[in-house]
């Protein structure tokens, strides 16, 4: 059974930074490209960020990029989130989500996520 | 960016009723079209992709429809189980994906 968990929140400052991580298993992870999917108290879901399961293609949403820095390790079957100058409004449930991929494209919806770790930043 | 549009925000419904629930894009998605549900401290599920392919396990009684702008997500008959929160996913504008704000579905 395929199973996606996180781990890493937590209470941070302002500007300050923290690392999430997704551990993987059920499933061939090197074979799958991953997301991290951001929910926000009360509000709707948030794309963050891409990464191929080669790592050779990475993409970030706008309100991050320059922040934060997605990473993978198949050897251990893991996704990572580093998050750095963190702003109020990067609180959140974050969760990591597998994709689809074929050929370079991701014409797919997210089929398998994790159950979220909340990242709350104030001081 | 694509703007997903949901409604209603929140649907009151009787159990064993039917709902139907919106979604609009701000353009053209074709068929790339997914719904999903959530409940309280859990995980988004797939229900519904390519606008009306239910997902592996998804019941019968979820049902997708639409095309191009405008989509819609039927529950035939709503069971204890069904009361959560959908959500809808557009994936043709990849990687910038993007989801609608949501519609929770109540109990009458």
């Known amino acids: 059974e395929e199973q996606l968990v996180e781990s890493g929140g937590g209470l941070v400052q302002p500007g300050g930074s923290l690392r999430l991580s997704c551990a993987a298993s059920?499933?061939?992870?090197?074979?799958?490209?991953m997301n991290w999917v951001r929910q926000a108290p009360g509000k709707g879901l948030e794309w963050v960020s891409y990464?191929?399961?080669?790592?050779?293609?990475?993409y970030y949403a706008d309100s991050v990029k320059g922040r934060f820095t997605i990473s993978r390790d198949n050897a251990e079957n893991s996704l990572y989130l580093q998050m750095n100058s963190l702003r109020a409004e990067d609180t959140a449930v974050y969760y990591c989500?597998?994709?689809?991929?074929?050929?370079?494209?991701?014409?797919?919806?997210?089929?398998?996520w994790g159950q979220g770790t909340l990242v709350t930043v104030s001081s | 960016e694509i703007v997903m549009t949901q409604s209603p925000a929140t649907l009151s419904v009787s159990p064993g009723e039917r709902a139907t629930l919106s979604c609009r894009a701000s353009?053209?998605?074709?068929?790339?079209l997914a719904w999903y549900q959530q409940k309280p401290g859990q995980a988004p599920r797939l229900l519904i992709y390519?606008?009306?392919t239910r997902a592996t396990g998804i019941p019968a009684r979820f049902s997708g429809s639409g095309s191009g702008t405008e989509f819609t997500l039927t529950v035939s008959s709503l069971q204890s189980e069904d009361f959560a929160v959908y959500f809808c996913?557009?994936?043709?504008?990849?990687?910038?994906?993007?989801f609608g704000q949501g519609t929770k579905v109540e109990i009458k």
């Open positions: 990464i191929s399961s080669s790592t050779s293609t990475i």
């Open positions: 989500a597998r994709v689809r991929c074929s050929g370079g494209s991701c014409y797919s919806p997210f089929d398998y």
């Open positions: 996913q557009q994936y043709n504008n990849w990687p910038v994906w993007t």
């Open positions: 353009q053209s998605v074709n068929s790339n």
């Open positions: 059920g499933f061939t992870f090197s074979t799958y490209s």
């Open positions: 390519g606008a009306s």
